[in-house]
């Protein structure tokens, strides 16, 4: 059995929210706001975290035990196309909260963990008052953090959905808002778009802990190790300087380590998703040192003989793939129809994905993010406050007169942006 401290123990009294309280009354699991991560990277100063996308358990498993070795506050997260109603993954909104806590429990992690609900995307036209109680939904479920992502919509519909969108946010919960779908090279965001965001909402009283841009990432299996613009996101961090909002880097997987701790080191990144990374190693595929899985000549992924997935299960999941006509970015669709498999593997090959896992996630979070120790500060930030709410870093410094719908429609027909193209850049 694990031995709890007494600040972990009066942190756990206190730091969690509500909803976890309620859903897990005898946890040992200190779940907690997605604000109370920002505030452990910001106390530490250039340092990020990992968002895990915890596709699988093997995943969420994995960077839970890379965390526990770093002392690191961390992000379990999955998106809506992955992890809503239409799921094509085996964890989804509504049992992740779940996965989480059992694993902290039967592991004895005692580090800090949000559970957050990632590109929760709002189509034009999307039934708001359906959608809300949705939401109502996952947070009843757990999750303790959620990004509203309206980005692929014209900007003042984006900042018009946030605002209609917020009553059904916890004010305690962490929130992340994003302009500019992540389209590689192409629609880049503007420190203008970006301005304009977060003015409106402040304006509104809402007061986001990340925005989320396109900065170059992408989603999916890269490549190359190019992509994320770091002196353009440096750029953005600073319009926005006033409004205390921290960066949320999207597209982490495959870009260089240089490039990542240049990230925390030159922006106000705090919050660093990583997806395909952790999917391709844990299921040992062959992999360059970013996280960049290697193909055959074929095109085809690489399976390393002896690690990840078993040799036979491997073989059905690639006939799968094959018949369904499956390639790169798109493997990440073959979870939820493989996950039971995976987890009926033997221990040893089980124990070797997560130690796979953990091994990658523990060199980000302690030699490139900075993170380490962050796990400690966070339960001082709890223990600081007293409290599972950190309450917001800034307060309404915009005047809502001038930013009602009129006014908002107008300032944004005056923003001059490439959107970039059309088509499907979901994560």
Known sequence: MPTYSTDFEKALEVGRPPNVKKLFPNSKALIVSGKYIDRAMRAKGKAMTIAANGRSQVVIRGVLKAAQKANAAVIIEIARTEGGIDNYCGTTFWNMARQVDAVCNEMGITIPVAIHADHYVLKAGEDLDA????????????????????????????????????????????????????????????????????????????????????????????????????????????????????????????????????????????????????????????VNEYGNSIFDEKGDLIKIEGEGLSEKLWAEMKAYADEQNIKGSNFKKINRPFENRILAQTREVRERMVDATAEFAYDLLANVFNAEGTGDLLIQEILEKNSYDSGPLVGIIESKDEWTEEKIRHKASLIITDKGPDGDFSE
Do not use: C
């Open 131 to 286: 959608t809300k109680i949705e939401i109502d939904s996952i947070f009843d479920a757990g999750v303790t953090s959620i990004a509203i992502d309206a980005s692929h919509q014209p900007d003042d519909d984006n900042l018009l959905t946030n605002i209609a969108i917020n009553s059904a946010i916890p004010d305690w919960a962490g929130l992340e808002t994003e302009i500019g779908e992540i389209k590689g090279n192409q629609g880049l965001s503007s420190s203008e778009e970006a301005l304009f965001l977060i003015q409106g909402l402040n304006a509104h009283g809402i007061f986001p802990d990340w925005i989320a841009l396109n900065n170059g990432s992408t989603h999916g299996i890269e490549e190359g190790d190019e992509g994320i613009q770091v002196d353009l996101t440096a750029e953005i961090h600073n319009a926005i300087s006033k409004y205390k909002v921290s960066g949320a880097q999207h597209g982490t997987s495959g870009n260089n380590s240089d490039r990542l701790r240049k990230i925390a080191d030159d922006t106000e990144t705090t919050k660093a998703n990583v997806a395909t990374a952790l999917q391709m190693i844990s299921w040992g595929m062959k």
